[in-house]
């Protein structure tokens, strides 16, 4: 489809407020824009509303058929039209169409590429920071877990079957679900950074594997 709708459509340049809730992609144009000035209290002053937002060859943005108003002294408003408004904005054409996509579903380079573009408008990175070191601590807790299951597999007792070994990979298993959904939430509510989001649930599982190797030399009395 050429017309882009639904996608985040607040993003934030300088002193100004952008809402920009379609693109056209063939044109890549953005379309139905409002943009608000802040002053240097943080309050509005100035905004507009125009047909469309354009980055020109020359890197300049200009309001297409646009409406300003301003705030007054006596708090009235003051409205003008314009056919073109140049705006001075600092932002890339690709920060503002954001059609980067889930960032579970990103690679590493597309995350930080992401996370880059979204820190220069103005928007949330939390998801797309997590991510990122998720997709690092990731691997290397998967190796942890493996060298949990392992001993609790091999554990030399003659009235183990398998089914209770695979039992206690399962286990594991759950232990790691249930502490990366418990971090991931709490990623989520703000209570945590989202790096320690994705690094916490590796620490957690090295530590519950010095307590599980601890507990079995304790137990069945094996010298690791």
């Known amino acids: 489809q050429s017309m882009l709708k639904g996608r985040e459509s ?23 824009p409002r943009v608000f000035h802040l002053n240097q209290n943080g309050e509005i002053d100035i905004w507009w509303r125009a047909q469309r937002l354009v980055l020109h060859e020359a890197q300049q943005w200009q309001l297409q058929q646009a409406t300003r108003y301003d705030i007054l002294a006596d708090g009235s408003i003051a409205r003008s039209q314009f056919a073109r408004q140049p705006l ?13 996509g889930r960032p579970e579903q990103l690679n590493l380079a597309a995350l930080r590429d992401t996370i880059d573009r979204r820190e220069r408008t103005g928007r ?7 991510y990122f070191h998720q997709k690092l601590a990731y691997p290397i807790t998967v190796v942890i ?10 554990i030399p007792d003659r009235s183990r079957t398998l089914s209770g070994a695979l039992g206690s990979g399962s ?9 990366t959904y418990l971090f991931r939430s709490m990623v989520v509510s703000g209570s945590i950074s989202p790096q320690l989001g ?8 090295i530590l519950a594997a010095m307590g599980i190797y601890a507990l079995i030399k304790r137990i069945f009395q094996l010298n690791f």
């Open 124 to 130: 949330q990175t939390q998801a797309f920071i997590y």
């Open 10 to 32: 607040w993003f934030r340049d300088g002193d100004y407020l952008l809402n920009l809730p379609s693109v056209d992609l063939t044109s890549r144009t953005l379309l139905q």
């Open 145 to 154: 877990l493996v060298l949990i299951s392992l001993p609790l597999a091999l």
């Open 198 to 205: 994705a690094w916490g649930p590796l620490l957690a599982t």
């Open 88 to 100: 001075p904005l600092t932002a890339q054409l690709d920060d503002l169409i954001d059609i980067s």
């Open 171 to 179: 286990a594991v298993a759950g232990f790691a679900y249930s502490i």
